[in-house]
């Protein structure tokens, strides 16, 4: 690259992190510079409805980095203040909205993404808990040019990530995003210097993933102990997997298998704090997983 190539970075949860350290320690040996962070606005949260910060807000006040969180991306001063930036190029995690196209194509080079799979397998919202489900061996990151479509844009990379036994949702995809952030450099420079060219996917094979809600995680125990048992996995910490004790809300937080049979391992009656098992059937002397399926 002849000149400094000017990032905008776009992300909000905590496993994007690590793509947006990447970015900013390989700034020197790459040219280029992170001059703008595009992140969600503040929420509010728990029972207290608290106000907190996205983790990447609060990444770059703590390491004085630009940043913008809008309550809405179709204010025109948002895109007001991302064309005074003048990026080059727009680099998006996971933000969590709908991000209007005026602002991914600002950028010269437009806008590349990150997708916790290997498109065009699990396209959507919801691929890392859908290969969990699914009972995969492994997983991946796609980076990607972003297109008019949802993740169908063409790929500029793809490297394959593991999925171990015990993996949930939470572990599996920081360690995606990890993966991602130590092959993006290179990448970036690779697309931005035209020696890597964009592979068109084959969008026929699309069958997209869908949006979780709370009501996503109650368990249906005709499924059988084995599916299950990657529900609690693929759908920790959030929905979580859940069934009715007692006509209370059960959160089973974690199980495992023996024999095929599931054998929960911490669980969370509603109103009650999370309890190993053993200590959970102190309290329950009935409680059995049959109990649960009648």
Same mark, same amino acid.
């Given at each position: 690259?002849? *000149?400094?190539? +000017?990032?905008?970075?776009?992300?909000?949860?905590?496993?994007?992190?690590?793509?947006?350290? *990447?970015?900013? /320690? /390989? $700034?020197?040996?790459?040219?280029w510079k992170v001059v703008g962070i595009l992140t969600q606005e503040d929420k509010k949260v728990g029972r207290k409805q608290d106000v907190a910060s996205s983790p990447i807000k609060l990444f770059a006040q703590k390491h004085a980095l630009p940043y913008l969180d809008p309550q809405s991306l179709r204010d025109p001063r948002v895109f007001a203040d991302i064309q005074k930036l003048s990026p080059? %190029?727009?680099?998006?995690?996971?933000?969590?909205?709908?991000?209007? +196209? *005026?602002i991914l194509s600002?950028?010269?080079?437009?806008?590349?993404?990150?997708?916790?799979?290997?498109?065009?397998?699990?396209?959507?919202?919801?691929?890392?808990? $859908? /290969? %969990?489900?699914?009972?995969?061996?492994?997983?991946?990151?796609t980076i990607f040019k972003l297109d008019e479509g949802f993740d169908s844009g063409p790929i500029l990379h793809q490297e394959t990530v593991t999925i171990e036994q015990n993996d949930t949702f939470q572990s599996l995809v920081r360690k995606q995003y990890l993966k991602a952030s130590e092959v993006l450099p290179d990448?970036?420079?690779?697309?931005? $210097?035209?020696?890597?060219?964009?592979?068109?996917?084959d969008t026929r094979q699309f069958i997209y993933t869908q949006k979780l809600t709370r009501d996503s995680g109650k368990i249906d125990w005709s499924k059988g102990d084995t599916y299950i048992e990657r529900m609690i996995r693929a759908f920790y910490p959030w929905p979580g997997a859940w069934t009715l004790w007692k006509d209370k809300r059960l959160k089973i937080i974690s199980a495992h298998l023996e024999?095929?049979?599931?054998?929960?391992?911490?669980?969370?009656?509603?109103?009650?704090?999370?309890?190993?098992?053993?200590a959970f059937i102190r309290g329950q002397r009935d409680f059995s997983v049959d109990a649960l399926k009648n």
């Open positions: 690259m002849n *000149s400094e190539l +000017r990032i905008l970075f776009i992300g909000t949860p905590p496993f994007t992190i690590p793509v947006l350290e *990447s970015l900013l /320690a /390989a $700034s020197p040996h790459h040219e080059d %190029i727009a680099v998006m995690t996971a933000y969590s909205k709908k991000i209007p +196209r *005026s600002l950028p010269k080079f437009q806008t590349i993404g990150i997708h916790p799979s290997l498109l065009p397998k699990y396209p959507g919202i919801s691929p890392v808990q $859908s /290969a %969990i489900l699914a009972g995969e061996a492994e997983t991946g990151i990448v970036l420079t690779g697309y931005v $210097s035209g020696t890597i060219k964009p592979v068109v996917q024999n095929d049979k599931l054998v929960p391992d911490m669980l969370q009656l509603e109103g009650s704090k999370a309890l190993p098992f053993e």
